[in-house]
């Protein structure tokens, strides 16, 4: 049995719990089209908006010994789960936190945000969690748990990130923990 993104969504939604962004939870609770399949029904970001966003799911998960956020193809997704499962008023503090960061990067910086050095994106992000932006740590919450979700339901996040066992060995209740690499999936 090899998992799916539908069940992967119900575990980052029991995970998330009460404060699951409405377009996620929808998605997880969802019977009907799986979420991955083809592009959005509708474009949501601009061009710009486009590239920070695929730049910021990068500062959010990194690529590191294992692929990052972009590789994973969180981008697409969350402009997929945008355009098919969020309502206007769900896309509203995602859109206005992306150009409430452009803005800032471009005073503070000169340059647009997604051609910030990745220590400027970090701050960019920092100030919105933080709250230091007018809806910033709006933006960031929910920013934040779309990256997740996109990332750990991935084909990458759930074999690369995770070891994934589709039938999990046998039970070693002394089973160092020093000899744990990576947290397992099923």
Same mark, same amino acid.
Request: charged share 20%.
């Given at each position: 049995?090899?998992?799916?993104?539908?069940?992967?969504?119900?575990?980052?939604?029991?995970?998330? !719990?009460?404060?699951?962004?409405?377009?996620?939870?929808?998605?997880?609770?969802?019977?009907?089209?799986?979420?991955? !399949?083809?592009?959005?029904?509708?474009?949501?970001?601009?061009?710009?908006?486009?590239?920070?966003?695929?730049?910021?799911?990068?500062?959010?998960?990194?690529?590191?010994?294992?692929?990052?956020?972009?590789?994973?193809?969180?981008?697409?997704?969350?402009?997929?789960?945008?355009?098919?499962?969020?309502?206007?008023?769900?896309?509203? &503090?995602?859109?206005?936190?992306?150009?409430?960061?452009?803005?800032?990067?471009?005073?503070?910086?000169?340059?647009?945000?997604?051609?910030?050095?990745?220590?400027?994106?970090?701050?960019?992000?920092?100030?919105?969690?933080?709250?230091?932006?007018?809806?910033?740590?709006?933006?960031?919450?929910?920013?934040?748990?779309?990256?997740?979700?996109?990332?750990?339901?991935?084909?990458?996040?759930?074999?690369?990130?995770?070891?994934?066992?589709?039938? &999990?060995?046998?039970?070693?209740?002394?089973? &160092?923990?020093?000899?744990?690499?990576?947290?397992?999936?099923?």
């Amino acid at each position: 049995m090899i998992i799916d993104r539908r069940d992967a969504l119900a575990g980052m939604a029991a995970m998330f !719990g009460a404060s699951l962004f409405a377009p996620i939870a929808r998605a997880a609770a969802a019977q009907a089209t799986p979420i991955s !399949g083809g592009p959005p029904s509708a474009p949501v970001f601009t061009t710009q908006q486009r590239a920070l966003m695929a730049a910021l799911s990068e500062r959010v998960m990194p690529t590191t010994d294992t692929p990052g956020a972009i590789a994973a193809g969180v981008p697409e997704f969350i402009e997929k789960l945008l355009a098919d499962w969020a309502s206007p008023d769900d896309r509203k &503090p995602i859109l206005a936190g992306l150009d409430v960061i452009e803005a800032r990067s471009r005073s503070d910086y000169g340059v647009a945000a997604d051609k910030a050095t990745p220590a400027q994106q970090d701050a960019l992000l920092t100030l919105a969690m933080d709250g230091k932006l007018a809806g910033g740590a709006d933006f960031f919450d929910k920013f934040r748990q779309l990256v997740l979700t996109g990332y750990f339901t991935s084909e990458v996040g759930i074999t690369q990130e995770r070891e994934y066992l589709p039938v &999990p060995g046998q039970y070693d209740g002394a089973y &160092p923990y020093s000899r744990v690499n990576k947290v397992f999936s099923s």
